[in-house]
């Protein structure tokens, strides 16, 4: 059996997803024995290697990553998005929220025009995503896990349920008993519930349920306190591609 | 209203250990056993943890995170590691320590029962029973909070079934009543400990448990039979998350999904089960994307139904134990005696008409 | 409750026994035919109806019915279509490969409440297969039933599976055998349109009818009610459900249709029962 030809590509991103993979350590070279990997780098390439794998991350934000997004997916048989940018638009997505010359200026300053961008999207706007490892940064079992299934022929089995379902096996400290809010209800599980199991709450940065209630949650965070916009920003600081019927809320 | 709890612990057998004493007791049973009692965790909360130290033990505490059945239904279970090249497994042992539950409150071990019944029943689970073998139990009594109604299900804060001890606090220390022979045994064995024998001396004081469910505990099944199309499920579910937490955190609740779980060598792995939960969304999803409880309503509707009617018709008791878990819990705030009295009402209301 | 009082056995509830692959066959672009041999010439020894779960390590266990007859022996066979984790692992094995067999479970057809009457079976998609162990019982039992009358629809024409036993049971003159896709192609000569217009055509001594029906949960609805209007007694009408299903033994709970788990009381069931069941169609 010939190993899988595997690659990562790189677009708008924090970098953390990058940090994290390099944390692999001691699975990483376990992993170069059981795949190649072809491609790393970040710029378009012309020599039009075949990928069995891509990892994508980061988000879609110029014309020019339509363009190279466009080219990875025709050349590789399966795509997975790497990290809440490439999921979920994630942070970087926020800027959609505000206006785009005032982003650009912010950003970019007087260089503005040399910069064409376009609205913040989630891979899965432009381009099929097979399978995806949510998180911010990206949660290392779920990108062990998907990889082994891989590279194994079976299809990744992915959860669509709370993180206070690994919280609650787990037996955490609830973090709404010491008085704080928690988005760990309608956030879906996969993380092992890291952030509760450190004495903080979830801020939702692997995106929410398939069939999150939304009103329920506004209603939730309300009774921890939040006012109606704060309770909106949160939920949407790394979903602001999902829930779009907050859109406008003010 | 209220008769006397105390009457099946006044015919029993008792000793006074002051504080000092039990926790010495702790020590002694440590000895003998592998020890879980419930500790301090986090915050405000508290939980069932193997004890290293007697000190660590809290006597009184409104109830643990989990119940008991992580210690028989772990979480997360090897069910047998595999190797796909030669196509071989084998099964983890599952060692059968001794092992003695300290500090254990009426419901929990009633949920604990009502556990049993269910992996004995039909293809009996040796996982399971394995783990059970080899336990004891002493009882301590609690004060209700404002989420406790077991009283309301049928279970008193003094129920012994069970227990081989059960430990009732006075200001000083305990009174600690020897509910059978391995009890009696224990407490000979330790030889401290004042023996008491008339009571006058030690008034009890009866804890004061509101009777918080509208209706007798005996008719909650027929209400359930009643209540399927209610609208009662519907107005929940605007509210519910759908977070699994109140199947999690159940004592009776016991479900689990099975996955299999390969290594980075691609050769070796293990099959795996866990805790799963009829809330969840994967739970009734068949090939196809059919999901036969789709809507929250009708997976709220199903985790009462079991607690109230299902298993409750076939064991002939309620599987509820009224420990307020679900409710404590729930992020949403959803109270289960306010489900249920909401039931009653609507039921209530379905008699009336029938009568006009 | 004392220390001493529980002694458990060891029983393997969740463990499988590796098995062989003695034939592949492929039925369709989607479903293929596996012939299985249990180790040792070990007889599965079940009832039409019954069903096994399969798994291959790393990829998990599925629900297959088995679709053969328990008196074609000593093998027995699964049909199966690719839908996702374990069935694609499936499809990629070939002769002489080994997965991993749990069962015989469920309850099985009742044969009794079908002999010495006419027998009508109907079947949709794939649920031909869980059917075929019943229809090849009784025809291998052929004169222990009246007649015996067969009514198959599928979506299209290459849908269509065990072609050379539709082949056989068209020309045998001791089965009636109907047959209709929902969409045709340019070769398809036969009828066309829903299973449900195939039967008010059939001519049925009703009270002496039993019926076996196993197919996708939405056909049931329609299928009931075209028996209704035969005038079939809803007690002479048996049908297989499916769940989800993950232990087959009663205790992962994902099987349960109101009180009833799927896995021990079903999968088959008496029409007047599930009628009681506000889940179960
Ligand atoms: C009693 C019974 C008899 C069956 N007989 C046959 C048969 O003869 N031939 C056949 O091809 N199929 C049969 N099935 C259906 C088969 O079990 C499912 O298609 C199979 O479980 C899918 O597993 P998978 O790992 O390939 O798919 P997965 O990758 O697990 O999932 C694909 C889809 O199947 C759903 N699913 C997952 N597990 C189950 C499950 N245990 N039961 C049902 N759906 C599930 C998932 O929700 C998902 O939508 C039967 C099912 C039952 C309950
Ligand atoms: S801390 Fe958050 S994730 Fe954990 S149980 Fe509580 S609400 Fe759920
Ligand atoms: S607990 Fe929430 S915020 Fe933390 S890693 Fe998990 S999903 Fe992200
Ligand atoms: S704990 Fe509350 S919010 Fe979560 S599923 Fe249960 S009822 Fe719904
Ligand atoms: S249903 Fe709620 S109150 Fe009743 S036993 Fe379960 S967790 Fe406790
Ligand atoms: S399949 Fe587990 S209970 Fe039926």
């Not at chain 3, 009931?224 to 005038?231: A, D």
Request: hydrophobic residues 35%; contains cysteine; proline residues 5%.
């Amino acid at each position: 059996m010939s190993k899988p030809k595997v690659a990562f590509f790189d677009f708008a991103s924090c970098e953390g997803c990058q940090l994290n993979k390099l944390n692999l350590e001691n699975s990483l070279l376990s992993i170069l024995e059981l795949v190649d990997i072809v491609e790393f780098r970040e710029a378009m390439d012309d020599r039009a290697d075949e990928y069995d794998i891509a990892f994508v991350e980061g988000s879609i934000s110029t014309p020019t990553c339509v363009e190279r997004i466009h080219d990875i997916r025709r050349r590789s048989k399966i795509l997975v998005a790497l990290g809440a940018c490439a999921v979920q638009g994630g942070i970087n997505a926020l800027r959609n929220s505000q206006p785009a010359e005032w982003v650009k200026e912010v950003v970019y300053g007087d260089d503005k025009y040399l910069f064409p961008s376009i609205p913040v999207q989630p891979v899965s706007a432009v381009v099929k995503v097979d399978y995806e490892v949510r998180g911010c940064p990206m949660s290392t079992p779920e990108f062990l896990h998907i990889l082994k299934s891989l590279i194994l022929g079976r299809k990744p089995e992915i959860f669509d349920h709370a993180v206070c379902v690994e919280c609650k096996s787990s037996e955490n400290e609830c973090v709404l008993e010491t008085g704080m809010f928690c988005l760990g209800p309608v956030t879906r599980a996969g993380c092992g519930a890291v952030c509760p199991e450190n004495g903080q709450y979830c801020s939702g940065c692997r995106g929410y349920v398939s069939n999150i209630n939304t009103d329920g949650a506004l209603e939730m965070l309300a009774e921890n306190g939040l006012s109606r916009l704060e309770a909106v920003k949160r939920l949407r600081l790394f979903c602001s591609s999902e829930l779009v019927e907050l859109d406008g809320v003010k | 209203m209220n008769q006397n709890n105390f009457t099946s612990l006044r015919q029993l057998k008792k000793v006074f250990f002051d504080e000092r004493t039990t926790r010495g007791f702790i020590s002694f049973l440590s000895d003998r056993a592998k020890v879980i009692a419930p500790c301090k965790k986090g915050e405000n909360s508290y939980s069932f943890e193997y004890i290293q130290n007697p000190d660590e033990v809290v006597f009184d505490y409104p109830r643990t995170i989990q119940p008991l059945k992580k210690f028989f239904l772990p979480p997360r279970e090897t069910l047998f590691n595999f190797n796909t090249r030669e196509n071989s497994f084998s099964e983890p042992d599952i060692e059968s320590e001794d092992r003695i539950f300290f500090g254990v409150h009426a419901y929990e071990l009633q949920g604990l029962l009502r556990l049993d019944h269910c992996f004995e029943e039909g293809h009996p689970e040796y996982n399971y029973l394995r783990r059970r073998e080899n336990t004891l139990f002493i009882g301590i009594s609690y004060t209700p909070d404002d989420w406790h109604f077991s009283r309301s299900v049928g279970i008193e804060i003094e129920k012994l079934e069970g227990f081989c001890l059960y430990f009732e606090p006075l200001d000083s220390g305990f009174l600690v009543f020897i509910v059978n022979e391995a009890g009696k045994n224990l407490v000979e064995l330790f030889g401290k400990g004042a023996e008491i024998d008339n009571d006058e001396n030690f008034a009890l004081v009866e804890k004061n448990f509101r009777v918080k469910i509208k209706f007798h505990h005996n008719r909650l099944p027929q209400v359930f039979e009643n209540v399927y199309y209610s609208k009662v499920w519907e107005e929940i579910s605007r509210k519910c998350l759908g977070c699994g937490t109140c199947n999690l955190l159940c004592p009776t609740c016991y479900c689990f999904d099975v996955r299999d779980e390969i290594e980075l060598d691609a050769t070796t792995g293990k099959r795996e089960r866990f805790w799963d939960g009829c809330m969840l969304n994967s739970f009734a999803l068949v090939a196809g994307g059919e999901n036969f409880r789709d809507p929250l309503s009708s997976r709220t509707r199903h985790r009462l139904h079991r607690k109230f009617k299902y298993l409750a018709d076939s064991a002939g008791d309620l599987f509820c134990v009224g420990c307020g878990r679900c409710s404590k819990y729930c992020p949403a705030k959803i109270n289960i005696i306010d489900i249920i009295n909401d039931l009653i009402g609507d039921f209530a209301g379905q008699q009336k008409r029938v009568l006009i | 409750m004392e220390v001493e009082t529980i002694v458990t056995e060891k029983k393997e509830l969740y463990t499988p026994t590796i098995s062989e692959i003695v034939a592949v066959e492929t039925l369709t672009e989607t479903e293929k035919l596996f012939e299985i041999a249990l180790p040792g010439g070990e007889m599965l020894n079940h009832k039409p109806g019954q069903f096994v779960e399969v798994s291959i390590f790393g990829f998990g266990e599925a629900p297959i019915s088995i679709c053969s007859s328990p008196t074609d022996l000593p093998t027995f066979k699964l049909t199966v279509r690719r839908v996702g984790r374990l069935t694609a692992g499936m499809h990629r094995l070939k002769e002489g490969d080994r997965l991993g067999i749990r069962g015989p479970f469920g309850n099985g057809f009742d044969v009794e409440a079908f002999k010495g009457r006419d027998v009508l079976f109907v079947a949709g998609g794939i649920g031909l297969a869980p059917l075929k162990s019943l229809i090849d019982y009784t025809l291998a039992k052929r004169d222990e039933f009246r007649r015996v009358i067969i009514v198959y629809g599928t979506k299209n024409p290459a849908e269509i599976l065990f072609k050379q036993d539709i082949e056989i049971w068209q020309q045998d003159r001791d089965i009636e055998f109907h047959m209709t896709v929902d969409r045709a192609d340019a070769g398809w000569q036969g009828n066309t349109g829903v299973i449900t217009t195939l039967i008010p055509g059939l001519n049925l001594d009703a009270p002496e009818t039993a019926v076996a029906v196993v197919g996708p949960p939405v056909m049931y609805k329609f299928v009931l009610m075209s028996l209704k209007s035969k005038r079939i007694p809803d007690e002479n009408i048996f049908m297989s459900l499916e769940r989800r299903m993950k232990c087959g033994v009663g205790k992962c709970g994902h099987c349960q249709i109101n009180s009833v788990y799927v896995c021990q009381c079903g999968p088959v069931f008496n029409y007047p029962f599930v009628r009681s069941l506000e889940e179960a169609i």
